[in-house]
């Protein structure tokens, strides 16, 4: 079992930047692919951004690639989001997960373990 808290969600204006962090506890961080996915109201939860488990591979959507940055520090169980140049469609609740199934990063049906999730919100 892995158990994973998000963190760093807010209010921003549009143009502005958040980091957000996923903190893991329970098995060891390291054993897993992880990434970021966000739903927004009444919509699907969507791919933004995975990274391997050495953290050598990042992938990206399209629609965030060039603004967003995704990390993980496996000796603190932690992967971060670097989210700069905010837009009002970011807008969403993001979570974190962990892959434990398959190697697709960019399907959530690969992920078995989630957190709870962080609001952000941006502002036009």
């Known amino acids: 079992q892995v158990q994973l808290v998000e963190s760093g969600g807010g209010l921003v204006q549009a143009g502005g930047s958040l980091r957000l962090s996923c903190a893991a506890s329970g098995r060891p961080f390291s054993n897993y692919a992880t990434g970021w996915f966000r739903q927004a109201a009444g919509k699907e939860r969507d791919f933004v951004a995975a990274?391997?488990?050495?953290?050598?591979?990042?992938y990206y959507a399209d629609s965030v690639k060039g603004r967003f940055t995704i990390s993980r520090d496996n000796a603190k169980n932690t992967m971060g989001l670097q989210m700069d140049s905010l837009q009002p469609e970011d807008t969403a609740v993001y979570y974190c997960?962990?892959?434990?199934?398959?190697?697709?990063?960019?399907?959530?049906?690969?992920?078995?373990?989630w957190g709870q999730g962080t609001q952000v919100t941006v502002s036009s």
């Open positions: 990274i391997s488990w050495t953290g050598d591979s990042t």
């Open positions: 997960g962990a892959r434990i199934y398959g190697t697709n990063y960019y399907s959530t049906s690969s992920y078995g373990y």
